[in-house]
C-alpha cells in the first residue's frame, strides 16, 4: 500500500501594509547584535511583559464559550486527537499563549497590528521554555522572546533576531485559522480559551479601535505595496526567497482548490470566503508523484487518481487531519 508522507507549509495570514508619514515611538537605543536593523525596531509603549502572555489557559467546549460571534476569528491547532482553540479576542490582549497537549509543548503568537498567528513548538535545543512579549515591533509585527534565553524573536521573518538564539529559526506546528461560525461546524468537541484568563479585560471589544478597518498605521514599515488595500486579509506562502499571497475574493462560490508552482515545489492552496478559510500544502507525494483533487459535496477533498486509498483514509483520518486541512475529517 502506498505511504502517504504530505509536506505542510505553515500558514500566516497578515494585512498587506503601506507605509506610514509619521514615525512614531522609534526604538533609537535599541541594543545589541540583530538580525533586523535596530533603526527599523520600534518600542510599543507598553514595555517587556506589559502585554501578558497567558501561560495557563482555561479551555472550555464550544458550547461555553459567550463572547464570540459568528464572525469573530479563532486559531486552532490539532495535535494527536485533541483540538483546541485559541480566540483572536483573548490574542488581541495578550498576543501569546503558552500551552500543551500531551507532552506537545507549544506556543500561539498573535500580532493584533498585522492579523499574523503561528504556532511554536516551544521546546528549543531540548529544552522547554514560554515565550513573552517583548513590547518591541519590527515592521508593526510582534518581536516575541523566550523566557529560557531572553533571546527576541521575529514573527514575520521567522526566526530569533537577537540574543542567544540567534539565528535559530522557528519550529512551526499548524495551525487552522477560521471564523467561529465555521470552527463550531468542523470541531464540534474542540476546547477552545475562555474569558477566565486571570486578567480584566473587554475581551468582546478590540483594543486599538477601529484600527483594523481605518486607513492609519501606528508603526511605520519599511516595505511597500499598493497593489492591494492597506489591510486586506490574505493568506500568504513563503517559499525560500518567493512571497505569494491569495485573497479571499479568489475563493468565492463554495470551496475552491487553487494549484501553484513556488520557486519549483507545487501546492494546493484551498479556500472557501464563505466559510472563511484559507490553507495551504505541498500536494506531491515524498516519491514525487503529483496529486490532483477535486472537491467533493463541496466539503470533502478526494484524490481523484488515487480513489482506491479512500478507504485508507477513512480508515486513518485521524492521523491525516492533524495535518491536513480538517475538512479531511469528514470523510
Same mark, same amino acid.
Given at each position: 500500500?502506498?505511504?502517504?508522507i504530505?509536506r505542510?507549509?505553515?500558514?500566516?495570514?497578515?494585512?498587506?501594509?503601506?507605509?506610514?508619514?509619521?514615525?512614531?515611538?522609534?526604538?533609537?537605543n535599541?541594543? $545589541?547584535?540583530?538580525?533586523?536593523?535596530?533603526?527599523?525596531?520600534?518600542?510599543?509603549?507598553p !514595555?517587556?511583559?506589559?502585554?501578558?502572555?497567558?501561560?495557563?489557559?482555561?479551555?472550555?467546549?464550544n458550547e461555553s464559550?459567550?463572547?464570540m460571534? &459568528?464572525?469573530?476569528?479563532?486559531? #486552532?491547532?490539532?495535535?494527536?486527537?485533541?483540538?483546541? $482553540?485559541? =480566540?483572536?479576542?483573548?490574542?488581541?490582549?495578550?498576543?501569546?499563549?503558552?500551552?500543551?497537549?500531551?507532552?506537545n509543548?507549544?506556543?500561539?503568537?498573535?500580532?493584533?497590528?498585522? #492579523?499574523?498567528?503561528? !504556532?511554536?513548538?516551544?521546546?528549543?535545543?531540548?529544552?522547554?521554555?514560554?515565550? #513573552?512579549v517583548?513590547?518591541?515591533?519590527?515592521?508593526?509585527?510582534?518581536?516575541?522572546? &523566550?523566557r529560557?534565553?531572553?533571546?527576541n524573536?521575529?514573527q514575520?521573518?521567522?526566526?530569533?533576531?537577537?540574543?542567544?538564539?540567534? !539565528?535559530?529559526?522557528?519550529n512551526?506546528?499548524?495551525?487552522?485559522?477560521?471564523s467561529?461560525?465555521?470552527?463550531?461546524?468542523?470541531f464540534?468537541?474542540?476546547?477552545?480559551?475562555?474569558?477566565?484568563? #486571570?486578567? /480584566?479585560?473587554?475581551?468582546s471589544?478590540?483594543?486599538?479601535g477601529?484600527?483594523?478597518?481605518?486607513?492609519?498605521?501606528?508603526?511605520?514599515?519599511?516595505?511597500?505595496?499598493?497593489?492591494?488595500?492597506?489591510?486586506?486579509r490574505?493568506? $500568504?506562502?513563503?517559499?525560500?526567497?518567493?512571497?505569494?499571497?491569495?485573497?479571499?475574493?479568489?475563493?468565492?462560490n463554495?470551496?475552491?482548490?487553487?494549484?501553484k508552482?513556488?520557486?519549483?515545489?507545487?501546492y494546493?492552496?484551498v !479556500?472557501?470566503?464563505?466559510?472563511?478559510?484559507?490553507?495551504?500544502?505541498?500536494?506531491s507525494?515524498q516519491? $514525487?508523484?503529483?496529486?490532483?483533487?477535486?472537491?467533493?459535496?463541496?466539503?470533502v477533498?478526494?484524490?481523484?487518481?488515487?480513489?482506491?486509498?479512500?478507504? =485508507?483514509?477513512?480508515?486513518?483520518?485521524?492521523?491525516?487531519?492533524?495535518?491536513? /486541512?480538517?475538512?479531511?475529517?469528514?470523510?
Amino acid at each position: 500500500m502506498t505511504h502517504f508522507i504530505y509536506r505542510f507549509l505553515i500558514i500566516i495570514l497578515f494585512p498587506v501594509l503601506i507605509s506610514c508619514q509619521d514615525s512614531v515611538n522609534s526604538s533609537e537605543n535599541i541594543s $545589541g547584535d540583530w538580525l533586523i536593523p535596530a533603526n527599523e525596531i520600534y518600542d510599543g509603549g507598553p !514595555g517587556k511583559d506589559g502585554i501578558p502572555a497567558i501561560s495557563k489557559p482555561v479551555l472550555s467546549n464550544n458550547e461555553s464559550i459567550d463572547y464570540m460571534q &459568528d464572525n469573530d476569528l479563532i486559531i #486552532g491547532i490539532k495535535i494527536n486527537n485533541q483540538v483546541k $482553540g485559541y =480566540t483572536h479576542l483573548v490574542l488581541n490582549w495578550h498576543e501569546i499563549i503558552n500551552d500543551k497537549i500531551d507532552d506537545n509543548n507549544f506556543t500561539i503568537t498573535y500580532c493584533p497590528l498585522t #492579523g499574523s498567528a503561528i !504556532g511554536l513548538n516551544r521546546s528549543i535545543n531540548g529544552e522547554i521554555t514560554t515565550f #513573552g512579549v517583548s513590547g518591541l515591533l519590527y515592521n508593526s509585527n510582534l518581536i516575541p522572546y &523566550d523566557r529560557a534565553t531572553n533571546s527576541n524573536w521575529s514573527q514575520m521573518k521567522m526566526k530569533c533576531v537577537n540574543g542567544q538564539l540567534k !539565528g535559530t529559526e522557528f519550529n512551526y506546528i499548524h495551525t487552522f485559522e477560521t471564523s467561529w461560525a465555521t470552527w463550531k461546524k468542523i470541531f464540534p468537541n474542540a476546547l477552545v480559551v475562555t474569558s477566565n484568563t #486571570g486578567y /480584566s479585560r473587554q475581551y468582546s471589544s478590540y483594543p486599538y479601535g477601529s484600527y483594523r478597518v481605518d486607513e492609519s498605521l501606528i508603526f511605520p514599515i519599511t516595505n511597500r505595496n499598493n497593489e492591494l488595500p492597506i489591510k486586506e486579509r490574505v493568506h $500568504g506562502i513563503i517559499e525560500n526567497e518567493s512571497v505569494f499571497a491569495f485573497r479571499f475574493n479568489s475563493f468565492e462560490n463554495g470551496i475552491k482548490l487553487i494549484s501553484k508552482e513556488i520557486d519549483g515545489n507545487n501546492y494546493l492552496i484551498v !479556500g472557501s470566503k464563505t466559510d472563511n478559510f484559507i490553507v495551504s500544502f505541498y500536494n506531491s507525494l515524498q516519491q $514525487g508523484t503529483e496529486l490532483n483533487f477535486e472537491v467533493v459535496n463541496d466539503s470533502v477533498l478526494v484524490q481523484r487518481e488515487l480513489e482506491f486509498l479512500l478507504k =485508507t483514509l477513512r480508515e486513518k483520518r485521524d492521523k491525516f487531519s492533524q495535518h491536513f /486541512s480538517p475538512y479531511i475529517a469528514l470523510i
